[in-house]
Structure formats: C-alpha cells, structure tokens
C-alpha cells in the first residue's frame, strides 16, 4: 500500500470549518482513500473513505484532488469531540490489502 | 446495538504467563484482525482472518496466536514468548478483506505487565 503524509498537529476553534490534509503523492487507479480517527483510550474509528468523486456524510466531507495525489478530510463545524488523532490511509481495492496506519494528524479543538 | 465487544479493558500480566484477550463482533462480518499500538505510534497488524478456520500472520506476530472457531470470536494469546507485550491490544472486523471496506473497532485492551 502507498504512504501518506499528514502534519504532526493541527488546532482549531471550536465551532469553526477543519481542514486535515493529506498527501499521497505515489496513489495507484486503484487506491481507495480512507480516513479514521481515535479519541484518547479508545479504538480507531471510520470516518470517511473514497476513491475519485468527493465524498459527504454525517461525520465529514472528504475532498479529493483531481490528480489524487492529495485529499482533504473537512470537518464543518468543529466541536470539542472531534479533539482526536486523525489516520489519512490508502488501500488497494483490487487486493486484499491491510490498513497500515502511520502517525496521523493530532487535532486540538479550542473552546 | 451492533459492534465489537473486546475484554477486559485492562489486564496484567505476570512475566512467564500466557493470557487471553477476548473479542467478539455480531456485526456478521467475515474478516477480523488484532492490532498492536505503543504509546504515540499507529496500529501494527499482529494478525488477520478472512474467514472461520482461517488466520494469517500480520507484520509482528511473533510471540502471539490466535483461532477462529466461530465467526464471531477471534481470541488473541499473548505468549510468554512475546518479550515486550505492554501495549494496547485493537481488535477489528470487516464485512470481507476487500480494499473498499471499512474496519470497525473495539474499545481495546490495555495489557501490562506486574
């Protein structure tokens, strides 16, 4: 599976629109986009994925480049809850890849 | 509700002790796997099956096993073998491997050892 990039940490104010980048620069026709994110404690968990077209759902909106060499994972209206570290990974559709997880973006929300 | 049940939430080992981490889904999904995370790290895959009867080594399975007799169940031994098991222990589960399924996770396991 390709590698992604992601900024150590981002912060942002409570109520105000997130944007989480991510760069996959060596993404193959056959790559799905997936992010998770994980809240102290606890387990990773989906939030979004896709492979070409922009994706919405009650969690967020994934925005993909048009050469997929980059996504951007937006959250609308951020909230104290979405304080989480946020996973951006690839996996091929084609096979039966795993989920390689790197170190992800940490998300500070401030009230 | 459906979803992954993994106990318990904390466990202690003694060294030279094999334990158990439970984790059962009834979410009908065939594939489920074990991760391994250290503190400020990603999830490493210890291992994965696709189906009952069925497992495959992940990237660190040394000192680990596991079994899938039914396919709700897939229990993770940690062995003695294993020298530094102190971790949190992520269970997961898909409805197949395929590149385009999401993976739904448990609460975890924190395991230590005395």
């Known amino acids: 599976d390709a590698k992604t990039t992601q900024p150590n940490s981002m912060e942002s104010n409570e109520e105000e629109p997130v944007h989480l980048p991510c760069n996959h620069s060596?993404?193959?026709?056959?790559?799905?986009i997936h992010w998770y994110r994980q809240l102290p404690s606890q387990g990773p968990e989906y939030v979004i994925h896709g492979l070409t077209s922009n994706v919405n759902n009650r969690m967020a909106s994934l925005a993909i480049a048009e050469d997929r060499k980059s996504s951007t994972l937006i959250l609308h209206r951020a909230t104290l809850r979405d304080a989480a570290v946020y996973y951006c990974i690839l996996r091929n559709g084609g096979s039966q890849g795993n989920l390689i997880f790197g170190k992800g973006t940490k998300l500070s929300v401030k009230p | 509700d459906g979803g992954i049940t993994q106990s318990p939430k904390y466990l202690f080992r003694k060294e030279g002790q094999n334990v158990t981490l439970s984790c059962e889904q009834n979410l009908n999904h065939d594939a489920m796997y074990w991760y391994r995370q250290d503190p400020g790290q990603g999830l490493r895959l210890i291992y994965y099956s696709q189906i009952v009867n069925d497992f495959q080594k992940g990237d660190i399975a040394e000192g680990y096993s596991v079994s899938r007799e039914k396919k709700e169940s897939f229990p993770l031994t940690v062995t003695s073998a294993q020298k530094n098991p102190t971790a949190f222990y992520l269970c997961?589960?898909?409805?197949?491997?395929?590149?385009?399924?999401?993976?739904?996770f448990g609460d975890g396991t924190r395991l230590s050892i005395l």
């Open positions: 997961a589960s898909s409805i197949d491997r395929g590149g385009n399924q999401p993976q739904h």
């Open positions: 060596t993404i193959s026709g056959t790559d799905y």
